[in-house]
T-cell receptor, first 117, second 113 residues
Framework: AQKITQTQPGMFVQEKEAVTLDCTYD???????LFWYKQPSSGEMIFLIY??????QNATEGRYSLNFQKARKSANLVISASQLGDSAMYFC??????????????FGKGTLLTVNP | GAVVSQHPSRVICKSGTSVKIECRSL??????MFWYRQFPKQSLMLMAT?????????EQGVEKDKFLINHASLTLSTLTVTSAHPEDSSFYIC?????????FGEGSRLTVL
């Protein structure tokens, strides 16, 4: 079974609108972390947001928020007020085990977001 | 600025030759670095964990004789693709941990003709 599932190969959003990118995960660990990265065409991996499995509040970073539903094992990324520069590939990733014990990440297949003017 | 740097960013080589890619931690010591591989329009797959002063730990299915990893200093890990073939063409990206946070390099795009 895939550990990280991103079911949307591509998404389109109008500039200034909000968009949700889906991510579900599978792990038997109680302690884990979930990440979202942005990868523009240049290839670099840009860290966006992190959610720990024991964090009670949904993580937010500027225009990015993570809709964490632990029982459903989902960690959707919400981008508010989309900008043209948000057009990129977005990856959801998971670290299994407590923070600091393991830095290996398992990535989903990604979602290509296109922001239309 | 960049925390982890890779070199070269792009490399083209002939089939059968070996190619070395460097991953450097800038202004910090990284005892552990990670090497990922990404085929076009696909996900990142962890290849190996590079450990300073000891042998790398390879993920299942990764040929250790094909992808040689050397972590000779606390700021440098190298990935050598030996006897490269067209199917080795890929985007290789490394990461390192600084103060409990993971940082990625800019990636290296390898094209084998």
């Amino acid at each position: 079974a895939q550990k990280i599932t991103q079911t949307q190969p591509g998404m389109f959003v109008q500039e200034k609108e909000a968009v949700t990118l889906d991510c579900t995960y599978d792990t038997s660990d109680q302690s884990y972390g979930l990440f979202w990265y942005k990868q523009p065409s240049s290839g670099e991996m840009i860290f966006l947001i992190y959610q720990g499995s024991y964090d009670e509040q949904n993580a937010t970073e500027g225009r990015y928020s993570l809709n964490f539903q632990k029982a459903r094992k989902s960690a959707n990324l919400v981008i508010s007020a989309s900008q043209l520069g948000d057009s990129a590939m977005y990856f959801c990733a998971m670290r299994e085990g407590p923070k600091g014990s393991n830095y290996k990440l398992t990535f989903g297949k990604g979602t290509l977001l296109t922001v239309n003017p | 600025g960049a925390v982890v740097s890779q070199h070269p960013s792009r490399v083209i080589c002939k089939s059968g030759t070996s190619v070395k890619i460097e991953c450097r931690s800038l202004d910090f010591q990284a005892t552990t670095m990670f090497w990922y591989r990404q085929f076009p329009k696909q996900s990142l797959m962890l290849m190996a964990t590079s450990n300073e002063g000891s042998k790398a730990t390879y993920e299942q299915g990764v040929e250790k004789d094909k992808f040689l990893i050397n972590h000779a200093s606390l700021t440098l890990s190298t990935l050598t693709v030996t006897s490269a073939h067209p199917e080795d063409s890929s985007f290789y990206i490394c990461s390192a941990v600084r103060w409990g946070e993971l940082f990625f390099g800019e990636g290296s795009r390898l094209t084998v003709l």
